[in-house]
């Protein structure tokens, strides 16, 4: 069979001490850390967007490697592409894949062509899956690239492009289902506004939820078992986005009595635009139920736009997977790396390249993390640091068995109250010698 990527071989580890670019350094599938493989904790997936299909254009310039796969025909481009897809998970040894309907088949005339086009590509993409063992982390639908998007999706002011979106839900559902996925996330693209002035938020919102409740109904109907995810993203493309953050996501879907039926999808890159740490968005879910799956990517702090970089900081990685090993692991999701080469980067071993650095990383803060929590004096300073919650008035506060009457009494019986150091430099240096030392 024709290799899209001849020069490349299979990815093997070799350890931390070679030179070998096209190896693993830290990633080393069928090693155990704390108790589980690592291929089972970290269930790398591959982005069929960015990998396969973004080609590096960016506002001012066209793209820089081509992503044509040797064909001029669109079906036969989608073909190749889904050959190409498994060759490169294939040998980069990654397990899943994530994909919006348009990455997977061009977008026909008419609804009915798209739809008979996906059933054609998705025929050939669960052949390969079979053939090559890989697996479908979620799937989704594209809400936004379209033309007929611009208003949004669920939150258009027309109910036909609601209808439109909704249909293509129905089918991106359908699809996952077919190829056997474990997950189906609602990115809201352009589910936000760009000015009040002509929006009603209230029925936007109302829509938005209706449209969700709708897919989860329908899928359960047909025999979805995954997960459902959001994954929360505050600006770009629109300025203001119903799904901000972690904490918003949890409070529109406690609102409209989606909690039971979401949990989040975090991306690195997303916290950071929404002003907070990748950490923090894992812990909020983590502590609220609601972790299911992670985009590792990161940002650029510097810049106020979604860079969708290959994750190599490895202080952002354990910590991830610090939260994740808290959580007790994934079940139904995993580390989708949904991230691109830079634009310069404009080879197909750059891409290869790349997924090594990022999977090498998670491998990396793997193993940090377990070192840490096996320590056990990080957790063993929190517990500590709250210890007056333990007993006499704290327990009474925790278990909701005191009144602002007794408080009062008390502390006017106390006197001023101490509360020590946080000790914050103490531990970043503790960390750093368990990381490095
Ligand atoms: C865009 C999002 C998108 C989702 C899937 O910023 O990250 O790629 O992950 O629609
Ligand atoms: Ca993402
Ligand atoms: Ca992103």
């Known amino acids: 069979m024709k290799q899209f990527y001849p020069d490349i071989p299979k990815i093997t580890f070799e350890g931390s001490k070679t030179e070998n670019p096209l190896a693993f350094r830290y990633y080393n599938p069928e090693e155990t850390v704390a108790g589980k493989t690592m291929r089972e904790h970290l269930r790398f997936a591959m982005s069929y967007w960015h ?3 973004a080609e590096g254009t960016d506002m001012f310039g066209v793209g820089t490697v081509s992503k044509d796969y ?28 994530c994909f919006h309907d348009r990455d997977v088949a061009p977008e026909g005339a008419t609804l009915a062509e798209s739809n008979q086009r996906l059933d054609e590509i998705t025929d050939l993409m669960l052949e390969l899956q079979t053939k090559y063992n890989k697996k479908v982390l979620w799937g989704t639908a594209n809400l936004f690239s379209n033309p007929r998007y611009r208003h949004g999706a669920g939150t ?15 089918k991106a559902i359908e699809l996952t289902v077919k190829l056997g996925g474990e997950g ?38 047909i025999g979805f078992t995954g997960d459902f995810y959001v994954e929360p993203k505050p600006k770009e493309p629109t300025k203001h986005q119903y799904d901000f953050d972690a904490a918003t996501v949890i409070s529109f879907l406690q609102e409209f009595g989606l ?25 909020l879910a983590r502590e609220t139920g609601f972790f299911g799956s992670v985009d590792a990517n990161q940002g650029d702090l510097l810049l106020g736009w979604d860079t969708d970089q290959f994750p190599t900081d490895v ?20 580390l989708n790396f949904d991230a691109k080469t830079r634009r310069a980067s404009s080879t197909f071993e750059d891409i290869f390249i790349s997924y090594i ?36 008035i704290g327990k009474k506060i925790r278990d909701g068995a005191v009144s602002m009457d007794e408080l009062e009494k008390y502390a006017l019986a106390k006197g001023e109250v101490e509360t020590g150091t946080g000790r914050q430099e103490y531990l970043e240096a503790m960390i750093n010698s368990l990381m490095f030392g």
Request: hydrophobic share 40%; aromatic share 12%; net charge negative.
């Open 70 to 97: 040797g064909a001029d025909d669109p079906m036969q481009q989608a073909k190749n592409k889904a050959y190409a897809a498994f060759e490169l998970m294939d040998k980069l040894n990654i397990d899943y894949y």
């Open 156 to 170: 258009a002011c027309s109910a036909d492009v609601f209808a439109f979106a909704a249909a293509q839900i129905k």
């Open 51 to 53: 990998t396969m299909v």
């Open 259 to 283: 909690d039971k039926d979401f949990k989040l999808n975090i991306e690195a890159n997303h916290a950071t635009l929404a002003g907070h740490t990748f950490q923090h968005e894992l812990r």
């Open 357 to 392: 650095a990022g999977m090498d990383t998670f491998a990396l803060g793997l193993k940090l993390a377990d070192k840490i929590i096996s320590d056990g004096r990080l957790d063993q300073f929190v517990k500590e640091r709250y210890a007056s919650y333990q007993e006499g």
């Open 184 to 221: 189906y996330v609602f990115w809201g693209g352009r589910e936000g506004y760009e000015t009040l002035l002509n929006t009603d938020m209230k029925l936007e919102r109302e829509n938005l939820a209706r449209l969700m409740r709708m897919a989860v109904d329908y899928a359960r109907s």
């Open 315 to 334: 202080y952002d990685a354990t910590w991830c997977m610090y939260e994740i090993l808290k959580v007790g692991g994934f079940t139904k999701g995993g």
